[in-house]
């Protein structure tokens, strides 16, 4: 009875291993859940640095993955400050003093406002499959969620993060937690999702925590107060000009 048992074990585990998807596939699932032909959001960051937290509020209108616009609201002192990205060339324009700079080589590490973010993770392209092979490594319970663990490996060498792990919920589509790595293995960052919600269909994080694990903090928390999906973008919003209107 015991050595049926076993059999009937194995018979299903096989089954499962073959029905599963490939962790290309995976990542194109959760490419396409993330992307959308244009988007709005409303959103909020909060900083959490070793003086304190201090939060930042902004609207970007997103086309694509190669336009993107956003403004900061609040506070007083960010208010205003702008931030375009036309395929691979980002461009920020500050109030205070009235300049417009592109934001390149050496300058795309930079921290966006004090955050656990580089300009570099905010030009890097969405669609994480055009970027990296993905493996299935294994499948683990994250958060009463069952999820799929794929090891993402950069097809090229000029990226951000040489590799990755994705903990992938392997009904919504949505990853829950990252983590980011140096060719040399060293961890660089970490994301963990906080809150997922369904709006039109899709599954959309909410809340997310950076970490970037080669400073001091508490990290940052991306919250998503509003989202809009497939709406009408004017054109002028993704240009220069719009910068210092």
Not at 56 to 82: H, M, N, V
Not at 85 to 106: N, V
Not at 124 to 141: G, M, Q, R, T, V
Request: glycine residues 4%; aromatic residues 8%; hydrophobic residues 35%.
């Amino acid at each position: 009875m015991r050595n049926i048992l076993i059999g009937f074990i194995l018979l299903i585990t096989t089954q499962s291993l073959a029905q599963s998807p490939s962790g290309d596939d995976v990542l194109k699932r959760l490419d396409q859940n993330m992307t959308s032909n244009s988007k709005v959001v409303v959103s909020k960051m909060i900083i959490h640095g070793r003086r304190g937290s201090r939060t930042i509020e902004s609207k970007s209108w997103i086309q694509g993955t190669d336009q993107s616009f956003t403004e900061y609201l609040a506070p007083a002192r960010e208010k205003g400050t702008k931030m375009l990205k036309l395929g691979d060339q980002l461009w920020t324009y500050s109030p205070s003093t009235d300049r417009t700079i592109r934001i390149a080589g050496h300058m795309l590490r930079q921290s966006v406002m004090g955050s656990d973010l580089s300009y570099e993770d905010m030009m890097e392209d969405p669609e994480l499959h055009k970027i990296y092979s993905a493996n299935i490594i294994k499948e683990e319970i994250l958060n009463d969620r069952l999820c799929w663990i794929l090891e993402l490996i950069a097809k090229k060498e000029d990226v951000a993060y040489h590799s990755r792990k994705l903990w992938v919920d392997k009904d919504r589509f949505v990853a829950l937690k990252e983590t980011r790595y140096a060719k040399s293995g060293k961890l660089l960052k970490t994301t963990e999702i906080k809150e997922v919600k369904k709006v039109e269909n899709r599954w959309v994080p909410m809340r997310i925590v950076f970490k970037d694990e080669l400073k001091s903090g508490d990290g940052t928390e991306f919250m998503v107060d509003s989202i809009e999906f497939d709406v009408a973008i004017p054109d002028y919003i993704f240009s220069k000009a719009s910068l210092r209107r």
